[in-house]
Nanobody
Framework: EVQLVESGGGLVQLGGTVRLSCLAS????????MTWVRQAPGKGLEWVAY????????GYLDLVKGRFTISRDNAKNTVYLQLNRLESEDTAMYYC??????????RGQGTQVTVSS
């Protein structure tokens, strides 16, 4: 059974930093692209960042380029998202998703990031 468990969210000050983690199990993690997606209140899902199976290729939503960094540790079956210089518009539920942004792979239950001013 595929499982994706996100953690690390919380209440963060404007301009602050948080690191999200997603622990994967039930599939060959190192064979898959992984994507972080988010859903802000009242809005649809949007992909934020993706990473190739061995980390050699990454991509970012323009709004987060230069502020967010995606990485992975295949030995730990974990993908990370470092969020720096947080803005109020970054407030959302963040999910990790198996596969590339264009796919509809399984997602975890999400972790909430709330940016406070």
């Amino acid at each position: 059974e595929v499982q994706l468990v996100e953690s690390g969210g919380g209440l963060v000050q404007l301009g602050g930093t948080v690191r999200l983690s997603c622990l994967a199990s039930g599939f060959a993690f190192s064979s898959h692209y992984m994507t972080w997606v988010r859903q802000a209140p009242g809005k649809g899902l949007e992909w934020v960042a993706y990473i190739s199976p061995h980390g050699g290729s990454t991509g970012y939503l323009d709004l987060v380029k230069g502020r967010f960094t995606i990485s992975r540790d295949n030995a730990k079956n974990t993908v990370y998202l470092q969020l720096n210089r947080l803005e109020s518009e970054d407030t959302a539920m963040y999910y990790c998703q198996r596969g590339a942004p264009s796919g509809s792979g399984p997602r975890g239950q999400g972790t909430q990031v709330t940016v406070s001013s």
